[in-house]
T-cell receptor, first 110, second 113 residues
Framework: GESVGLHLPTLSVQEGDNSIINCAYS??????FIWYKQESGKGPQFIIDIRSNMDKRQGQRVTVLLNKTVKHLSLQIAATQPGDSAVYFCAENTGNQFYFGTGTSLTVIP | DGGITQSPKYLFRKEGQNVTLSCEQN?????MYWYRQDPGQGLRLIYYSQIVNDFQKGDIAEGYSVSREKKESFPLTVTSAQKNPTAFYLC????????????FGQGTRLTVV
């Protein structure tokens, strides 16, 4: 999984499979988390968010899970499609500032 | 459509030159941010502005300057004091400081030639 400052990890999945991207956050005071998708040469796009009073949130084909005990966040993408290929990174917000992970590069194999 | 517009998309700077990156938003957001993105690293905060006519240094402000004279505009100047300016620069905004979802522009890629 990703964490601030580490090398960019990569994940390759077959089209149609589910993808799981992980993120370890560091600040136990963080109360809001976002997953972003960034395509090459473009700005990050919001995917899904979750507050610290929740442990799971679902969107269209995406689910975010939050485990506050171990400070871990994951993004699950169902039925991964070629258009999902991008860098995905998490962001934590302490109510004061955002802190961003380095990202995971997802490649979908047709 | 509301959003954030960064320009130009690509920018080339000669050694010793100052260049200014534009960031405009029509989301009526109070807070705006500038981040720098380098390969294999997370976004690093350069400057932020909580409200018009106010701005604060972020984690890597040296060699950069900003202004916030209008709510919708937050230009970033990369000065000659910035020794390694080649990077992808991202502007973002939130409804308020410490607010929730950050909206990003499409970025400006700056290259020193």
């Amino acid at each position: 999984g990703e964490s601030v400052g580490l090398h960019l990890p990569t994940l390759s999945v077959q089209e149609g499979d589910n993808s799981i991207i992980n993120c370890a956050y560091s600040n136990s005071a963080s109360d809001y988390f976002i997953w972003y998708k960034q395509e090459s040469g473009k700005g990050p796009q919001f995917i899904i968010d979750i507050r610290s009073n929740m442990d799971k949130r679902q969107g269209q084909r995406v689910t975010v899970l939050l485990n506050k005990t171990v400070k871990h966040l994951s993004l699950q993408i169902a039925a991964t499609q070629p258009g999902d290929s991008a860098v995905y990174f998490c962001a934590e917000n302490t109510g004061n500032q955002f802190y961003f992970g380095t990202g995971t590069s997802l490649t979908v194999i047709p | 459509d509301g959003g954030i517009t960064q320009s130009p998309k690509y920018l080339f700077r000669k050694e010793g030159q100052n260049v200014t990156l534009s960031c405009e938003q029509n989301l009526n957001h109070d807070a705006m941010y500038w981040y720098r993105q380098d390969p294999g690293q997370g976004l690093r905060l350069i400057y932020y502005s909580q409200i018009v006519n106010d701005f604060q240094k972020g984690d890597i402000a040296e060699g950069y300057s900003v202004s916030r004279e209008k709510k919708e505009s937050f230009p970033l100047t990369v000065t000659s004091a910035q020794k390694n300016p080649t990077a992808f620069y991202l502007c973002a905004s939130t409804l308020s400081w410490g607010g929730t979802e950050a909206f990003f522009g499409q970025g400006t890629r700056l290259t020193v030639v």
